[in-house]
């Protein structure tokens, strides 16, 4: 079995397709003011994302662009500006976030364990450096915002995930040391497998198996927004994302 795990930005609406970002050459999402090149303040998030290098100088594809607005809670929903329009997460469509990733393999298999971090490019365990992260898994296939998400997801609440320089924040309550967000188990082919109690059939999903849900291939969608906490480009950034697949 050949299995592969790559990263793709979402650049457009539905119809446009993805491109694939070349994270082995050191290629990956930056985060700018109101363009390339242009600085984020201290404090603010960002107002663009670009597919660049490691130094952030490389003028790649422009991606949707996801800012956090308010992070909510496990009772309140955040909000997200998502290229410029704020809507709550639970509203998100998995088009409009910049990163697409995307697991296959050549025959069909389920994933479980799938876990996201936030670190420094050099030890999961790490931190990155001058910079806090907001994270959020969208499980929406409908390209309309009228919808809730599907009932099939790895979190209940519908909030962002802070990693932060040491502290990290999961609707509301504060950890320390390295955190690992679970995404959900067995997504299937773009996102679009939900369970048994699913019930908006306006949301587009074409299964309902769960986590026994096998595939070639696996989608997750990840908003992502960043705040940096000192001047200066943050090269101390990356991103770390691992699972378990089965037959």
Not at 50 to 58: K, M, Q, S
Not at 184 to 212: I, M, R
Request: proline letters at 5%; one cysteine or more; a negative charge.
């Amino acid at each position: 079995m050949a299995a592969s795990l790559k990263f793709y930005a979402n650049i457009g609406d539905p119809d446009t397709a993805e491109s694939e970002i070349r994270h082995v050459e050191g290629y990956g999402l930056g985060f700018y003011g109101l363009g390339h090149g242009l600085s984020v303040p201290v404090g603010s998030v960002q107002n663009t994302t670009f597919v660049t290098d490691g130094a952030g100088t490389h003028n790649g594809v422009q991606c949707n662009n996801t800012s956090m607005v308010t992070v909510g809670d496990g009772t309140t929903p955040g909000t997200v500006s998502a290229n410029g329009v704020t809507i709550s997460l639970q509203n998100l469509p998995n088009y409009l976030c910049p990163l697409n990733i995307r697991f296959t393999n050549d025959d069909p298999v389920r994933v479980q364990n799938c876990k996201l971090r936030i670190f420094d490019r050099d030890n999961p365990e790490n931190p990155a450096s001058g910079v806090t992260t907001y994270v959020y898994e969208a499980r929406h296939p409908a390209a309309e915002t009228g919808y809730s998400n599907l009932h099939f997801r790895s979190r209940t609440n519908n909030s962002w995930v802070e990693f932060g320089e040491g502290v990290n924040v999961i609707d509301g309550n504060t950890f320390e040391g390295a955190l690992e967000m679970a995404f959900t188990p067995s997504p299937g082919t773009n996102g679009e497998n939900s369970d048994s109690l699913e019930t908006d059939t306006n949301l587009g999903y074409t299964s309902t198996e769960g986590v026994e849900h096998a595939s070639t291939q696996h989608d997750w969608y990840v908003a992502i927004s960043a705040e940096p906490t000192s001047i200066g480009s943050k090269t101390n950034y990356g991103l770390f994302f691992t699972l378990e697949y089965l037959a």
